[in-house]
């Protein structure tokens, strides 16, 4: 089983769609959680960290399950500059392993 | 804001040839990582780094790899003999550790990349 897994997509949304990306891990020691946003041959960026309670930001919310070991990131209202790899990231310990990314086009 | 600085941007060498790449990591984090993605594909674990020693790597880290922070600053990655097949991208990134308030693990930056071509 990969460590950390993915929906590759391609998610293909209208502006304005409500789109979710969903994440497991195999670690169940792992400590910390991530979604990084990645722009086409750019370095990743941190888009917003994952608390267990929950916790959102803008137009973005994600959410943690650790007895599932499952993340999620809900984007409303999407813009056409959401248009990204969305790479879900776990961390156990200090050393961080990344999913494979979920590509996501939002389209006018 | 700090950031993380590599260098070079791009860099071309001949098959079996040593390359260094370069890094800077943001000035008062304590973790430092190599990751690796060949085009179109995932971003891939190469190695972490804390206390002046390696601290976990991945299989793709095999002898052909090193890593040193020969000063207070600089963080490098060497890889010898390159083969076409290390032609990827190569990110250097940095976190402060876990954070004192929460206990979770602080996000990592990471530089631009040094895109690798080994011709």
């Given amino acids: ?108 | 804001e700090p950031e993380v600085t590599q260098t070079p941007s791009h860099q071309v060498t001949q098959m079996g040839q040593e390359v260094i790449l370069r890094c800077v990591p943001i000035s008062n984090h304590l973790y430092f990582y190599w990751y690796r993605q060949i085009l179109g594909q995932k971003v891939e674990f190469l190695v972490s780094f804390y206390n002046n020693e390696i601290s976990e790597k991945s299989e793709i880290f095999d002898d052909q790899f090193s890593v040193e922070r020969p000063d207070g600053s600089n963080f490098t990655l060497k890889i010898r003999s390159t083969k076409l097949e290390d032609s990827a991208m190569y990110f250097c990134a940095s976190s402060q550790g876990l954070a004192r308030q929460t206990g979770q693990g602080t996000e990592a930056f990471f530089g631009q990349g040094t895109r690798l071509t080994v011709v």
Avoid: H
């Fill in chain 1, 1 to 108: 089983r990969k460590e950390v897994e993915q929906d590759p997509g391609p998610f293909n949304v209208p502006e304005g769609a409500t789109v979710a990306f969903n994440c497991t891990y195999s670690n169940s020691a792992s400590q910390s959680f991530f979604w990084y946003r990645q722009d086409c041959r750019k370095e990743p960026k941190l888009l917003m960290s994952v608390y267990s309670s929950g916790n959102e930001d803008g137009r973005f919310t994600a959410q943690l399950n650790r007895a599932s070991q499952y993340i999620s990131l809900l984007i409303r209202d999407s813009k056409l500059s959401d248009s990204a790899t969305y790479l879900c990231v776990v961390k156990v310990n200090n050393d961080m392993r990344f999913g494979a990314g979920t590509r996501l086009t939002v389209k006018p």
